[in-house]
T-cell receptor
Framework: GQQVMQIPQYQHVQEGEDFTTYCNSSTTLSNIQWYKQRPGGHPVFLIQLVKSGEVKKQKRLTFQFGEAKKNSSLHITATQTTDVGTYFCAGQTGGFKTIFGAGTRLFVKA | NAGVTQTPKFRVLKTGQSMTLLCAQDMNHEYMYWYRQDPGMGLRLIHYSVGEGTTAKGEVPDGYNVSRLKKQNFLLGLESAAPSQTSVYFC?????????????FGPGTRLTVL
């Protein structure tokens, strides 16, 4: 079945360092969404990418969708302690089922 | 708007006991979902509903049943709880099945089965 792999599983960074998480799908996606979950909280929608090669920015966050629409990345520039949490990618293939990656947990040391 | 709410927030069960988790949304969304979240496993879809009166199996449906008698409510039932069902359960809803639609999550229910 369809799989969405996400790496790394977790990452520790010093505040001010950059952070990137990668998402790879076994099949071509119609779109990909990114969610953030704070410790003890619930997933909150961040952004959606639909077009091949699409790049979107939200302040210090940059999201990319691969040309083949099978991979995506989230890059955070100059991390802050408020960035702590788990970042999930979620891929859709044209149906209503969303397949979530396992998530990357980000730890930021002040 | 309260968005998506879940009750209860926490629950401890003994093996073999039953319980029902309630999810409610006030956004008039057609689609509702139940996920479970386990460490290192991400979110896995248990069951979902594409509208009032309809339900369908997701990725990990065994041991669970659901009902959607009202559009705003989606119930998840455990008939005979097992320790393997210890998890955090999230309900979500979305307006439509369109690929561009996002899911709104409830705060979660932390279930422990002893």
């Amino acid at each position: 079945g369809q799989q969405v792999m996400q790496i790394p599983q977790y990452q520790h960074v010093q505040e001010g360092e950059d952070f990137t998480t990668y998402c790879n799908s076994s099949t071509t996606l119609s779109n990909i969404q990114w969610y953030k979950q704070r410790p003890g909280g619930h997933p909150v929608f961040l952004i959606q990418l639909v077009k091949s090669g699409e790049v979107k920015k939200q302040k210090r966050l940059t999201f990319q969708f691969g040309e083949a629409k099978k991979n995506s990345s989230l890059h955070i520039t100059a991390t802050q302690t408020t960035d702590v949490g788990t970042y999930f990618c979620a891929g859709q293939t044209g149906g209503f089922k969303t397949i979530f990656g396992a998530g990357t947990r980000l730890f930021v040391k002040a | 708007n309260a968005g998506v709410t879940q009750t209860p927030k926490f629950r401890v069960l003994k093996t073999g006991q039953s319980m029902t988790l309630l999810c409610a949304q006030d956004m008039n969304h057609e689609y509702m979902y139940w996920y479970r979240q386990d460490p290192g496993m991400g979110l896995r879809l248990i069951h979902y509903s594409v509208g009032e009166g309809t339900t369908a199996k997701g990725e990990v449906p065994d041991g669970y049943n659901v009902s959607r008698l009202k559009k705003q409510n989606f119930l998840l039932g455990l008939e005979s709880a097992a320790p393997s069902q210890t998890s955090v359960y999230f309900c979500a809803s979305s307006y439509s099945s369109a690929d561009t639609d996002t899911q709104y999550f409830g705060p979660g229910t932390r279930l422990t089965v002893l």
